[in-house]
């Protein structure tokens, strides 16, 4: 069973920056896909970031392109999203969510979520 856990988030203002990291337990990060969803207030989930178990593959949402980085140290089985130029509609709920390498398919894990919050 994979365990993941969100850290990171928390209150900036519009502009400004947060990273947020995702540790991965019960499984070899490089056996992953990882990725970033997001969930605001009255919305549904959306996805913001994905990177295939190698790093050799990222996706964006256009929504966040150019302003939002996603990357992965296997070696600490953490994966990062580095968040710049925030705006107040990226505050949401962030999830980091996992499936197996080379999958086509749904990611099969989630955290539980860290809350960031961008204030005009």
């Known amino acids: 069973q994979v365990q993941l856990a969100e850290s990171g988030g928390g209150l900036v203002q519009a502009g400004g920056s947060l990273r947020l990291s995702c540790a991965t337990s019960?499984?070899?990060?490089?056996?992953?896909?990882m990725g970033w969803f997001r969930q605001a207030p009255g919305k549904e989930r959306e996805f913001v970031s994905g990177?295939?178990?190698?790093?050799?593959?990222?996706y964006y949402a256009a929504s966040v392109k150019g302003r939002f980085t996603i990357s992965r140290d296997n070696a600490k089985n953490t994966v990062y999203l580095q968040m710049n130029s925030l705006k107040p509609e990226d505050t949401a709920v962030y999830y980091c969510?996992?499936?197996?390498?080379?999958?086509?398919?749904?990611?099969?894990?989630w955290g539980q979520g860290t809350q960031v919050t961008v204030s005009s």
């Open positions: 019960g499984r070899t990060s490089s056996t992953l896909a």
């Open positions: 969510a996992a499936k197996p390498r080379g999958s086509n398919g749904r990611y099969d894990y």
């Open positions: 990177i295939s178990w190698n790093g050799g593959s990222i």
